[in-house]
């Protein structure tokens, strides 16, 4: 079912998203995470933020997104979210998620206006991240970190949330079978905890109450 999101004009959408964010996470949005955690990473979570980029493109809204370098010790060669890890001089997750975002991929935070956030995500390396919801007005440039990043890249924010494109994939570790969402666009392979915190956005915002 389409989201009335995508009728609306861009300052609509923008609104629209704003008031869907400040509501509490719906309990379909929550404990998206799978508890699995890799050898060595089990404990607390160090804290992370993301930031989820919707750019307003004069053909529709579109998400960027990075393809993490293959040389990085987590996640290597995955695709991501601008982020990482929240230091101790970070007031907020969002300007954590912001200054990631500038180290990464040259986003200026002033391009950037903060919607809200999503509800967090424990990934398999032992972060607790949450998604900060941005709202990005071109024009920008793109200027990726060659240590972390390979790739940026953007997709139609419309496929990523159309239910027909959203699909449960599993894996086998050993004799554990370990499922997971993911989301197939074009030569790019969408999933794991990026394809999770988009399940978290679609379901925020498909929640009527």
Not at 108 to 137: N, Q
Not at 140 to 155: R, T
Request: no cysteine; aromatic share 8%; charged share 20%.
């Amino acid at each position: 079912m389409s989201l009335p999101l995508f009728s609306l004009p861009p300052p609509a959408q923008k609104d629209w998203i704003a008031r869907r964010l400040a509501r509490p996470a719906p309990p379909e949005a929550q404990g998206m995470s799978d508890g699995f955690r890799l050898p060595g990473r089990e404990g607390r979570a160090t804290p992370a933020a993301v930031l989820v980029p919707l750019v307003n493109r004069e053909h529709g809204l579109t998400l960027l997104l990075t393809q993490r370098s293959a040389d990085l010790p987590d996640h290597a060669g995955q695709i991501s979210f601008p982020g990482g890890r929240v230091e101790p001089d970070d007031p907020t997750l969002a300007h954590a998620a912001l200054r990631e975002a500038t180290e990464e991929i040259g986003l200026p935070a002033e391009r950037v206006v903060v919607l809200g956030e999503l509800a967090p995500y424990d990934t398999v390396s032992g972060y607790r991240v949450t998604p900060i919801v941005g709202w990005v007005e071109p024009p920008f440039a793109v200027v990726a970190d060659p240590v972390e990043v390979a790739d940026v890249f953007e997709v139609p924010l419309a496929f990523l949330l159309d239910p027909a494109n959203q699909q449960r994939h599993f894996r086998m570790l050993g004799e554990m079978r370990r499922d997971f969402w993911a989301i197939p666009w074009g030569e790019r392979y969408i999933w794991g905890a990026t394809a999770a915190m988009l399940m978290i956005l679609d379901r925020t915002l498909r929640t009527e109450s």
